[in-house]
């Protein structure tokens, strides 16, 4: 997945485990960026409903003079309270308002907005999240009471927190079966009869920060950017969670209480995301905890997995005869090199470029002077679109064609001319993991994007 | 050693089970007196202890001793308050 799980230690800290990162421009000169947390949530939560870490801090970094180190950072710390001591409960009656008395567990969060000199000032307290999806019962009317938990605050930004539908699709089930897409998987190695995708988190929720911000506050030059074609026109993104160094259990081996308990010492990074799938599938296993706890500026370290992909070498040996010139390409990967570490440069795409700098960082490079497309193309620059995937994110692109498609030599031409990509990945018959075309996903036109959460009473099980 | 140098030691909130580490929030002094927790901490001293402290023993041979104190942490070297740390530890 882009990143649910995708390392042995964030996977036990589901709070804390950053699933996604989008940004993406949006009307009247702002831009949109929304990261996700707490993996695969089962609609049907309770008794204790999926809730934000009270003891992590979230950030959405931006880095806007290409160095990988943030310059502009929004960071979102909570609190949870319990209203009623005496009940099991998460609600006792409906919630039909953000201040209902009938909801027992409730969260609320504090934005702050740091900038480059480590300035800070508290942007806004005590915004309130909207309660889970329940069902018909508890939360009745949940869309308008998630939208009630959409503020604006003083200085123009606009945020909400809380539970939304999960945007991100693949077929997980197959894909970790020995890379089986399975539209194509009578050409594997081990054949079946090709059928449809089926996407893992189809009937998923997730919980979200999002974040509307004015352009100008996110620039270098603090002005909304005209030139497609200047450096600093565009930015990079990685959303992160960070915890304290040590805990402290606050009872002792016989269950009583002592005074001292908490969390203690520095705050660590313990989950990252810029790019799409860049933990998850080019950082080999033993070094993915390592990753998560590392600056994005020395991502260097890393760049060897990008240059020298596993996956390249995975799909010629897994589909027998499909990937010939794939199989041929031992050169290092610059195409991949420039799409997730550095950007694009000027020259390789007509009109366009992300490029950042030579600082090799996992960031996701949003080009700010691309307007909005009035017709998104789900595949992003492989599409011809440029204002998609891996020009920023937004929630409809699909990353996990793209990002197989480039690994198996898409969009290497860009490099090196006289390659061909293989028949497998360009055309209308080009590989894919075929969860794309799913009815039921929805998306909203407008802040926070993702779509309203699945109710635990609709959806039992996930 | 290599099992012992990377135990941790809990100096709970009170500091009086613990006394003997004798590490304080703040400065950050270093007791020298014995094994009173009295003797370390004045009552307004405990009264500004910000909540969890933690010592660790980075570094048994050279004394090195990490301190976690409200958000931040601490390295200083101490052979002879780590030598009493890991024997009280036995």
Redesign the interface.
Known sequence: MSSHREAPGISKDPVADNTDTYAFVTPNNTVTIITNYLPVEAPAGGPNFYEFGSDVTYQINIDNDGDGRADVTYQFTFETLTTNPNTFLYNTGTIDRLDSPNWNRRQRYTVTKITENGRRKTLARRVPCPPCNIGPRSTPNYAALADAAVTRLPDGERVFAGQRAEGFFVDLGSVFDLATLRPFQSLHLIPTANAAGVDALAQANVHTIAIEVPIPKVTKRGRVPTDPMDRSSTIGVWGAAYRQRATLRGFDPDGNTFEGGGAVGPWIQVSRLGNPLFNEVIVPLARKDEWNAKLPHRDSGFARFVAQPELAKLLPALYPGVFPNLAGLTADRADLLAILLTGIPPGLIDGFQNFTGDTQADLLRLNLAIPPSASPNRLGLLGGDLAGFPNGRRVSDDVVTIELRAVAGATYPLVDSTFTPDAAVVGDNAIEDGTFNNPGRTFLDRFPYLGVPYSGYEVPAA | MEAVNRR?F?????VGAVGAAGVVAGGLKLSQAGDEPEAGLSSGELSELP????LSVRDAATGEVEV??????VVFTDRALVAKVLRAAR
């Open positions: 941790s809990l100096i709970k909130g009170s909540g969890p402290v933690l976690l104190v409200d958000e931040r942490e």
